[in-house]
């Protein structure tokens, strides 16, 4: 199960469980759209990864108890954020590769 974690690992922005913002890698690192687009470069400064839109939870219990009600977001924050210029060096580096070579 996703953790929908809390906020922008590099600039610390709000993402709530409903926000249409939050982007995830395969590990569920998570970083603001904005962010994403301008400093990320659509690679993942953990693994090296993409990104894709993080799904919402749904806030009520629509069906079978599968909502934020029994399954709430984390509230543990994560914030490292990314050297731009290193991430920049990285991003470029793999973004030669084809995806399905990285
Ligand atoms: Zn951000
Ligand atoms: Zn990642």
Do not use: Q
């Not at 994403?36 to 806030?59: M, S, Y």
């Not at 977001?73 to 990285?90: L, N, T």
Request: aromatic share 6%.
């Amino acid at each position: 199960m996703l953790e929908l974690r809390p906020s922008c690992e590099n600039c610390n922005k709000p993402l709530p469980p409903d926000s249409l913002e939050a982007r995830i890698c395969s590990y569920e690192c998570t970083f603001c759209a904005a962010c994403v687009d301008t400093v990320l470069h659509d690679v993942c400064p953990n693994c090296g990864g993409g990104f894709a839109p993080r799904p919402i939870r749904p806030a009520r219990n629509w069906k079978g108890d599968n909502f934020l009600g029994k399954d709430p977001a984390s509230a543990k924050v994560k914030h490292r954020p990314v050297d731009p210029s290193a991430h920049a060096r990285f991003a470029a580096a793999i973004r030669t590769i084809s995806p399905h070579d990285r």
